[in-house]
């Protein structure tokens, strides 16, 4: 996994970010190799209460 996308799981966990969809799509390159792209749909929770 890549440093970005352990942040946002990181994240979501924490509950700074609220995950709203993800998304999953393969593309055929070639007979022997495929290509998934995968998307993520977040939301920022505000974690400082308003005074």
């Known amino acids: ?3 970005y996308l352990n ?3 990181s ?5 700074e970010f609220e ?9 055929e390159i070639d007979s022997e ?3 998934t792209t995968y998307g993520f749909v977040v939301k920022s929770k ?3 209460s308003k005074k």
């Not at 995950?19 to 593309?27: P, Q, V």
């Open 1 to 3: 996994m890549n440093k």
């Open 19 to 27: 995950l709203i969809e993800t998304t999953l799509s393969n593309k």
């Open 33 to 35: 190799t495929i290509q």
């Open 11 to 15: 994240k979501i966990k924490s509950g």
């Open 7 to 9: 942040e946002l799981i």
């Open 46 to 48: 505000n974690l400082h």
